[in-house]
């Protein structure tokens, strides 16, 4: 064999074995703070659970709020709106009160006899009042 051949395989196989000593040295080193990474990552991912867990509360709680919220307003614009019709309804009870007034008011100025009964009960009215006060 050629001895330039042989060196240059030497060398080869030197180089091969460097390469991987080389490489287990960078390795080892590389492994440790893989490792020490991998820990801190875990680590941390038991310190967000709770933060977590807490956001899930805080979102449901605000969620019952909306809700709750809402309801409240709907109610409220219920009473409103009945507020808002019960000028309508009184004008109409007014209005009712006063032709059913105006017709007994009628009849009793063209009957006498109820002209009397009227006189009768205003007084009784007006004694009761003036003995209270």
Request: aromatic share 4%; hydrophobic share 45%.
């Given at each position: 064999?050629?001895?330039?051949f042989l060196a240059a395989l030497v060398i080869?196989?030197?180089?091969?074995?460097?390469?991987?000593?080389?490489?287990?040295?960078?390795?080892?080193?590389?492994?440790?703070?893989?490792?020490?990474?991998?820990?801190?990552?875990?680590?941390?991912?038991?310190?967000?659970?709770?933060?977590?867990?807490?956001?899930?509360?805080?979102?449901?709680?605000?969620?019952?709020?909306?809700?709750?919220?809402?309801?409240?307003?709907?109610?409220?614009?219920?009473?409103?709106?009945?507020?808002?019709?019960?000028?309508?309804?009184?004008?109409?009870?007014?209005?009712?009160?006063?032709?059913?007034?105006?017709?007994?008011?009628?009849?009793?100025?063209?009957?006498?006899?109820?002209?009397?009964?009227?006189?009768?009960?205003?007084?009784?009215?007006?004694?009761?009042?003036?003995?209270?006060?």
């Amino acid at each position: 064999m050629n001895p330039w051949f042989l060196a240059a395989l030497v060398i080869l196989g030197i180089a091969v074995v460097l390469l991987i000593v080389c490489i287990v040295a960078v390795i080892g080193p590389i492994k440790k703070v893989v490792t020490l990474l991998l820990a801190h990552a875990e680590g941390m991912k038991n310190q967000l659970n709770p933060i977590q867990t807490e956001t899930t509360k805080l979102t449901t709680t605000v969620d019952r709020m909306k809700a709750d919220i809402e309801f409240k307003k709907e109610s409220v614009q219920s009473v409103i709106q009945s507020i808002k019709h019960t000028g309508d309804v009184l004008n109409q009870v007014s209005d009712v009160s006063h032709d059913a007034t105006a017709k007994v008011m009628k009849k009793a100025n063209n009957d006498p006899n109820r002209q009397a009964e009227v006189e009768r009960w205003t007084n009784t009215a007006m004694g009761i009042i003036q003995r209270k006060a």
